[in-house]
């Protein structure tokens, strides 16, 4: 079953403004990992955060993780059009133990 | 640089046929997976692989075959295909254990069951 599901479904905002995805995973994890993927395409590796990290930058990307709630989010900031896209979280998949599980993802869609 | 690629890209069954999706990495990784993505069901994994030689089971196994009789490539295999099993296809490749390392994907494998 899926480890991970992403808050909202779908995000549209207006290019420049930050955009904000969270996650909700129901069991412990060693790290979660974020992922794009434009319309038709495959996923892109975003970010890796470990569980004893509270938060990672890369680049206008902030992702935060709260071990606790179980809860990681993703902010983009000052976004642009070529952002829009569908992005997903990861965690560990218990039953495999090597494999990762996907959440449903949050549509993004940034608009000039 | 072509890293994981998937073909064929589209196929069109009939319902009963079978058909091989085959991925290619170039990346020597060890861990190899299959997924699939149906709208709002987000990606499940079916079989993946740790290693050449071997293949492991995933969430949504059933109706799939899987072989990696080469490292560096990961067959799926659909013996008599179902309409349910419209989707499209996702391998992808790691370096290290799913968790801890990042995944690359394929672009894609869009298959049609009628």
């Known amino acids: 079953s899926q480890q991970g599901e992403e808050d909202p479904q779908a995000l549209s905002i207006q290019e420049g403004e930050n955009a904000t995805m969270n996650c909700s995973y129901k069991?412990?994890?060693?790290?979660l990992q974020w992922y794009r993927q434009n319309s038709g395409r495959g996923l892109v590796h975003l970010i890796l955060?470990?569980?004893?990290?509270r938060e990672k930058h890369s680049g206008r990307l902030r992702v935060t993780l709260d071990t606790s709630k179980k809860s990681s989010s993703l902010l983009i900031t000052a976004s642009r059009a070529a952002d829009t896209a569908s992005y997903f979280c990861a965690t560990d998949a218990i039953s495999s133990g090597y494999a990762l599980n996907f959440g449903k993802g949050t549509s993004l869609l940034v608009t000039p | 640089n072509a890293g994981v690629t998937q073909t064929p890209k589209f196929r069109v069954l009939k319902t009963g046929q079978s058909m091989t999706l085959l991925c290619a990495q170039d990346?020597?990784?060890?861990?190899m997976y299959w997924y699939r993505q149906d709208p709002g069901m987000g990606l499940r994994l079916i079989h993946y692989s740790v290693g050449e030689g071997t293949t492991a089971k995933g969430e949504v196994p059933d109706g799939y075959n899987v072989s990696r009789l080469k490292k560096q490539n990961f067959l799926l295999g659909l013996e008599s295909a179902a309409p349910s099993q419209t989707s499209v296809y996702f391998c992808?490749?790691?370096?290290?254990?799913?968790?801890?390392?990042?995944?690359?994907f394929g672009e894609g494998s869009r298959l049609t069951v009628l």
């Open positions: 990346m020597n990784h060890e861990y």
């Open positions: 955060i470990r569980s004893n990290e």
């Open positions: 992808a490749s790691s370096s290290q254990k799913g968790d801890t390392g990042e995944l690359f």
């Open positions: 069991t412990s994890i060693n790290n």
